[in-house]
């Protein structure tokens, strides 16, 4: 018989702010985190918009040395999953570490790091390249820092599924809980791809919107206006919790994680599959590890990344999905406010999902003005709706055809 799991911390960095309860604020509220991009000097590129967060300061959880031996995803990820273990009021001298865990996700890593150094090699020679450079770099360098700030011995890795990444590494720890593994499992994503190689990248696959001229109206899911998506950063980590474990010690819990599901396009390594297909095929998987029936959904937060191709492919997985019931769920995309994270997302949009159920608030769609025909759904445009939201799901979707899925109930004791 499976354990059951349930989430007792959270914390974030986005651009709307790395405060939970502010952030839910503002993004109920309908604000948008997307600007003029700061931190790069723009000029020469097509695209100067997105969601870097300039004030995020890494002294609040690392002193200077410490913080210059890591990359910006990883101060991303040490921030975030020390707000979410402070929130649990767990203290970890006092657990088995050996059964407490860290799986995280990424899409890219230390893309900062890779940049300054190359830089440096060309232009100063090889013996000027950092000794830190590939524990500043490597996929792992997150994962493997929160393991070593908390002295967790259990199970630790990472994941990269593209976009799909933080989902993923949270569906290996709901199972990792599940089976007996573990008992604590700090789990997201993380990402810090605004760089000039990053932006360059995207923008030269005409990914990215050029609203240059109108930044928070610029990333516009499920809107006939759409023109591609908004390059942000962030990281969004939880603390999924054995549910015996977090009520013996009197956790406060936030949501149960009941389901995961994922699967491959196996189509095309940028564009998904128009069908949806490979997406339907996740979120049935999700429901039916969930254990519930498509019907018992109540809300989705989609991956809704505002292209065009992106949008109307989820519309169709969902309408295969549901059925008749889709005309019955309330959706909202989080990027049209905070832009999208890449590996990150997912990360963020579980934390998303989690507040939904525990607030009976749907989030707005925000910059839905002029519906796509084909995006035929309740997306909550605009303005935040009160729902009673018993079960949520929140969908990622990356390059290479991944896809991964993740059901949430709420906790009602």
């Known amino acids: 018989m499976k354990r059951r799991v349930v989430i007792t911390g959270t914390g974030l960095v986005t651009p709307l702010g790395d405060d939970v309860g502010q ?23 097509k695209i100067k918009i997105g969601g870097d967060i300039p004030e995020f300061d890494p002294s609040v959880v690392a002193d200077s040395k410490e913080a210059k031996r890591l990359d910006r995803f990883s101060q991303f990820a040490m921030f975030a999953g020390t707000r979410a273990v402070e929130q649990t009021g767990l203290q970890f001298e006092s657990e088995n570490r050996e059964r407490c865990g860290v799986i995280l996700g990424s899409g890219i890593g230390g893309l900062w790091e890779i940049e300054a150094q190359m830089e440096r090699m060309l232009f100063k020679g090889t013996d000027r390249v950092s000794p830190f450079t590939i524990p ?5 360098a997150a994962g493997g820092n929160i393991g070593i700030q908390h002295g967790l011995r259990g199970p630790n890795y990472s994941v990269a599924t593209a976009c799909a990444s933080a989902t993923n590494a949270m569906g290996d720890a709901l199972r990792s809980i599940q089976y007996d593994d573990t008992d604590i499992v700090i789990t997201g ?11 360059a990248g995207f923008q030269n696959m005409k990914a990215l919107s050029s609203r240059n001229d109108d930044p928070q109206r610029a990333s516009r899911p499920f809107d006939s206006q ?37 699967s491959c396009d196996a189509g095309h390594i940028t564009q ?22 498509p019907v018992d959904v109540d809300y989705v ?5 505002s292209t065009p191709l992106g949008d109307k492919a989820e519309t169709a997985a969902i309408h295969a999905v549901f059925g008749d019931h889709a005309k019955q769920l309330s959706i909202s995309s989080t990027k049209a406010a905070i832009g999208h994270s890449l590996g990150a997302s997912g990360g963020i949009e579980a934390i998303v999902t989690a507040l939904t159920l525990k607030h009976g608030v749907v989030h ?21 709706r009160e729902r009673s939201v018993k079960i949520g799901m929140s969908n990622s979707f990356g390059f290479g055809g991944h896809n991964a899925c993740i059901v949430l109930k709420r906790y009602d004791g």
Request: with cysteine; charged share 20%.
């Open 301 to 305: 937060n989609a991956h809704g990344t």
């Open 136 to 140: 500043k770099m490597m996929l792992n």
């Open 23 to 45: 952030f839910w604020s503002d993004l109920v509220a309908g604000k948008s985190g997307i600007h003029n991009l700061t931190m790069l000097d723009t000029s020469g590129f």
């Open 189 to 199: 994503g993380s990402e810090a791809a605004i760089t000039r190689m990053g932006l």
């Open 364 to 384: 707005p769609t925000i910059n839905l003005t002029d519906p796509d025909p084909a995006c035929d759904l309740d997306y909550t445009p605009n303005e935040a």
């Open 226 to 262: 759409r023109d591609g998506f908004v390059l942000s950063e962030g990281a969004g980590l939880s603390v999924f919790e054995e549910l015996e474990h977090a009520q013996n010690r009197g956790a406060d819990i936030i949501a149960e994680v009941i389901g995961f599901g994922c």
């Open 272 to 293: 998904p599959d128009p069908r949806g297909a490979g997406a339907a095929q996740a979120m049935r998987m999700a429901i039916q590890n969930a254990g519930i029936d």
